[in-house]
């Protein structure tokens, strides 16, 4: 690490500490996307009913959401560290959470907007973070559905459906059912949009 801070131009130790810990050097300033994602999304979330009074910060939502990428520190394991083990997972749960209840908004907004693409988007990054949420992948595939991508539609179908029978083993619910019949509908008569998106599922902040 030393190596790294020196070839990027550092003279200072990048690290401070006795014989028994070790630290950052405290006059070094350290940004952490996954901080900032969830100190931010923390204020939305906590203000989100008096922001949509005044309008919602889209813009800086739209931001938070773009540095994330996935899970934090998926590969990172200590071993004979049960309690560093058991923190890191409560960081994941707690900033994933953060994260669906931002982007499930903004999933919310670009529907009510007629912006299939941009809610495309989003869906497919709330199913990749919960590819269980039913009601996740249901406006995944209504938003394919709106821009008339029948065939994408009924493969994206295929895919919840082999993911909840292999890994839940369950069965699709009554309402992506009946949403396999429109895409069936859609793709034999070519007509588009055949479903008219559910405005109670926006998941405003609380």
């Known amino acids: 690490i030393r190596k790294s801070f020196a070839e990027a131009g550092w003279q200072e130790d990048p ?26 999304l923390t204020s939305l979330v906590r203000n989100g009913h008096s922001l949509n009074e005044r309008g919602y910060p889209v813009r800086r939502l739209i931001r938070l959401l773009s540095l994330y990428r996935g899970q934090l520190l998926p590969s990172l394991s200590l071993d004979d560290s049960c309690a560093f083990d058991e923190w890191l997972t409560m960081k994941r749960e707690d900033l994933d959470r953060l994260v669906v209840e931002g982007a499930a908004w903004l999933l919310g907004y670009h529907e009510q907007r007629g912006d299939w693409s941009a809610a495309r988007s989003v869906a497919e990054m709330l199913t990749r973070i919960s590819p269980w949420d039913e009601d996740f992948q249901y406006h995944l595939i209504l938003s394919m559905l709106h821009l008339k ?21 369950v069965e699709p619910g009554k309402k992506l059912m009946q949403l396999s019949k429109e895409i069936d509908r859609c793709i034999h008569e070519n007509k588009y949009p055949a479903v008219t ?8 902040l609380h």
């Open 149 to 169: 991508l029948g065939n994408v539609a009924r493969s994206q179908y295929r895919v919840v459906e082999r993911y909840l029978k292999e890994e839940l083993e």
């Open 15 to 40: 690290f401070s500490g006795t014989r028994e810990s070790v630290r950052l050097n405290p006059a070094f300033v350290v940004c952490v996307d996954s901080q900032e994602i969830e100190n931010q």
């Open 197 to 204: 998106p559910r405005k109670e599922l926006a998941l405003p």
